[in-house]
C-alpha cells in the first residue's frame, strides 16, 4: 500500500510588497507518494520555484496547509559546489552543517560517492571535474544527510543538452537506486517525460493544477523512455496543455 510523505491541501501563496501584492499560488492541491518521482511544468514565472520552497517549509502557506512526513534535500539549478573545497570536503558539507561528526556518515557520503563513480575524485577540486561529474556530485552531497524527499529545481538547466542527457541518465539512476521520492520542477516537457512517474501542469500565474497524468512507462531508463512510439504522443498532449 503506497504511503503519502506530501500534501498539498489547498494553498495560497501571497508575495507582498511595500506597493502591493502578487497571488503566486491560489488553491493548489496534489499529494506524493513514497517512492514516487512527480514531475511540475508549468509557463515561466508560474510559481514553481516558489512551490518547491513551500514544500521544503522555506515558506509558509497564505492559507491552506503543507503537510509532510520526514525530511527534504534540496538540489539547485547550479551545483554551488564550493571552489576551494575538494569533493570529499563538498560533500561533507550538509553534515558539518548539520553537526553530524559521526563516523557513520561521512562513511555512507563515501560509500556514495564511489558506488556512483566518483570515488577516484574525492581529493580533487570542483574546476577539475567536467560539468556533469560536478552536479553528480551535488546530487551525492544532497543525499549525504539520506533525506526521504528530494527537491529538484530544474538541476539540469545549466547543461549543454548532450552533458544534460547523460546526467539525467545519472540522476534518475541515483534516485531510483537509493528508493528516493523525488519532486522535480523543470521548463522541459521532455525531460519531464523521461524522468517522472506522473506529471502535474500547472496553469499561468497564480498557479493551480490544472491537468495530472501517470505516464504509466513500465520503463524508467530516460534514454530508452526517449526511443518510445508514445514519447511523441505524451509530447504533444502536455504541449498543447501548456500553451492552451
Known amino acids: 500500500m503506497k504511503k503519502e510523505i506530501l500534501r498539498f491541501s489547498d494553498v495560497t501563496y501571497v508575495y507582498h510588497t511595500v506597493r502591493d501584492e502578487t497571488v503566486a499560488i491560489s488553491h493548489l492541491s496534489f499529494s506524493v507518494d513514497e517512492g514516487e518521482f512527480v514531475a511540475i511544468i508549468g509557463p515561466s514565472g508560474c510559481g514553481k520555484s516558489t512551490l518547491l520552497s513551500l514544500a521544503a517549509g522555506l515558506l509558509t502557506p497564505s492559507s491552506g496547509s503543507v503537510t509532510s512526513r520526514g525530511s527534504?534535500?534540496?538540489?539547485?539549478?547550479?551545483?554551488?559546489?564550493?571552489?576551494?573545497?575538494?569533493i570529499e570536503k563538498n560533500i561533507f558539507l550538509p553534515l558539518e552543517i548539520?553537526?553530524?561528526?559521526?563516523?557513520?556518515?561521512?562513511?555512507?557520503?563515501?560509500?556514495?560517492?564511489?558506488?556512483?563513480?566518483?570515488?577516484e575524485f574525492l581529493k580533487s577540486y570542483p574546476a577539475q571535474l567536467s560539468g556533469g561529474m560536478r552536479q553528480r556530485a551535488a546530487l551525492i552531497r544532497t543525499l549525504a544527510t539520506d533525506p526521504d524527499v528530494l527537491l529538484l529545481d530544474e538541476p539540469f538547466s545549466a547543461l549543454d543538452y548532450q552533458t544534460r542527457l547523460c546526467v539525467t541518465e545519472d540522476v534518475a539512476n541515483i534516485i531510483r537506486s537509493e528508493k528516493k521520492t523525488a519532486l522535480l520542477i523543470t521548463h522541459d516537457i521532455s525531460e519531464a517525460i523521461s524522468l517522472a512517474d506522473r506529471?502535474?501542469?500547472?496553469?499561468?500565474?497564480?498557479?493551480?493544477?490544472?491537468?495530472?497524468?501517470?505516464?504509466?512507462?513500465?520503463?524508467?531508463?530516460?534514454?530508452?523512455?526517449?526511443?518510445?512510439?508514445?514519447?511523441?504522443?505524451?509530447?504533444?498532449?502536455?504541449?498543447?496543455?501548456?500553451?492552451?
Do not use: C
Open 98 to 119: 548539520k553537526k553530524n561528526t559521526s563516523s557513520e556518515g561521512r562513511e555512507r557520503a563515501i560509500g556514495l560517492a564511489q558506488k556512483y563513480g566518483l570515488g
Open 199 to 244: 506529471i502535474l501542469v500547472l496553469s499561468p500565474r497564480p498557479a493551480r493544477v490544472s491537468h495530472a497524468h501517470e505516464l504509466g512507462f513500465g520503463e524508467t531508463n530516460p534514454l530508452k523512455r526517449r526511443e518510445r512510439a508514445d514519447f511523441s504522443t505524451w509530447f504533444e498532449v502536455l504541449w498543447k496543455e501548456l500553451n492552451a
Open 72 to 86: 527534504f534535500g534540496y538540489m539547485l539549478q547550479k551545483d554551488h559546489l564550493f571552489p576551494w573545497r575538494t
